[in-house]
């Protein structure tokens, strides 16, 4: 099944492209920085919900490795 039909798969999808970007623009800031606007400035946005929401993200990341142990 696609990760788009399922909903959990698809919040983990989300979660891994958050934690993902803000890793990446933490790395390497002006990768990131040079795509504000477009199809890659998806990813700049990902990256902003990263730095502004990371004890919020960091809490979904363990309740959906322990949601996924569970299943």
């Not at 890659?40 to 363990?62: D, H, N, Q, T």
């Given at each position: 099944?696609?990760?788009?039909?399922?909903?959990?798969?698809?919040?983990?999808?989300?979660?891994?492209?958050?934690?993902?970007?803000?890793?990446?623009?933490?790395?390497?800031p002006?990768?990131?920085?040079?795509?504000?606007?477009?199809?890659?400035?998806?990813?700049?946005?990902?990256?902003?919900?990263?730095e502004?929401?990371?004890?919020?993200?960091?809490?979904?990341?363990?309740?959906?490795?322990?949601?996924?142990?569970?299943s």
């Amino acid at each position: 099944m696609s990760a788009l039909f399922n909903f959990q798969s698809l919040l983990q999808v989300l979660l891994l492209l958050i934690c993902t970007s803000t890793y990446i623009h933490s790395a390497v800031p002006a990768l990131l920085d040079k795509n504000k606007n477009g199809l890659l400035g998806v990813f700049w946005k990902f990256a902003r919900i990263g730095e502004r929401m990371s004890p919020y993200i960091s809490i979904c990341c363990i309740i959906m490795a322990f949601s996924h142990l569970m299943s």
